[in-house]
């Protein structure tokens, strides 16, 4: 399996605007396009994404460029430390093309490191149920993207974000069970320069 981790395009979040669940720029919107014609010459298809909008937004449009419905992944969002989000049903109903499955609370207590390491293991149990003849996107986050990628190799927490991840970066693992190879890391070159976020 190839596994391709791709963190969202630009947020207003990102812009240092304070909003809980913030949305793609216009910036964002293009560089998710440009991630999507990236990964149509690949053979994706599954793409898992986080519940956040940013994340939500960065893979329909994605999945529009490659012909895959993304599905809903809780496992796979940023810690949320603020007030409620929208239920599953919401979710669903704003997202009818979407495949929503989720439990009723979907989102995270306050996490610390360790919590976070504990959720990224989840994920990963949940990426490799899959099956190893499939080749999956995941669309995350900066934070969580950096302590999935860990949590794959077998790194332990260490306090900081060990790898970088620039908006709508292209990460790929290859996947076979009980193993990991990082193939490419923080892969930006789909993109023009001046639009590396």
């Keep these: 399996m190839r596994l391709y981790l791709i963190r969202h395009g630009q947020s207003e979040g990102n812009l240092g ?26 053979d994706i298809e599954i793409i898992l994404s986080s519940p956040l909008k940013r994340s ?42 979407l495949d929503v499955d989720l439990p009723d609370r979907w989102w995270p207590d306050a996490e610390n490191e360790e919590d976070l390491y504990r959720r990224a293991r989840e994920a990963e149990i949940r990426i490799r149920e899959i099956g190893y003849e499939r080749d999956i996107a995941v669309v995350s986050h900066g934070t969580f993207g950096a302590v999935l990628i860990s949590t794959f190799l077998g790194a332990p927490p260490c306090g900081y974000t060990r790898f970088s991840q620039h908006n709508c970066c292209v990460s790929i693992l290859v996947l076979q069970p009980g193993r990991a190879k990082l193939y490419k890391g923080n892969d930006v070159s789909h993109l023009p320069p001046e639009s590396w976020t």
């Excluded at 949305?23 to 964002?28: C, E, I, P, S, V």
């Excluded at 993304?70 to 599953?88: F, H, I, Q, T, Y």
Aim: glycine fraction near 8%; aromatic fraction near 2%.
């Design 17 to 42: 605007k304070s909003i809980p669940d913030p949305d793609l720029t216009d910036l964002g919107k293009e560089q998710a396009r440009l991630t999507g014609r990236r990964l149509a010459a690949e």
């Design 56 to 97: 939500i937004h960065t893979a329909r449009i994605i999945g529009e460029e490659i012909g895959v419905v993304p599905k809903l992944l809780a496992e796979v969002m940023e810690s949320w430390n603020g007030s409620e989000l929208r239920s599953p049903a919401e979710i669903a109903a704003q997202y009818p093309d």
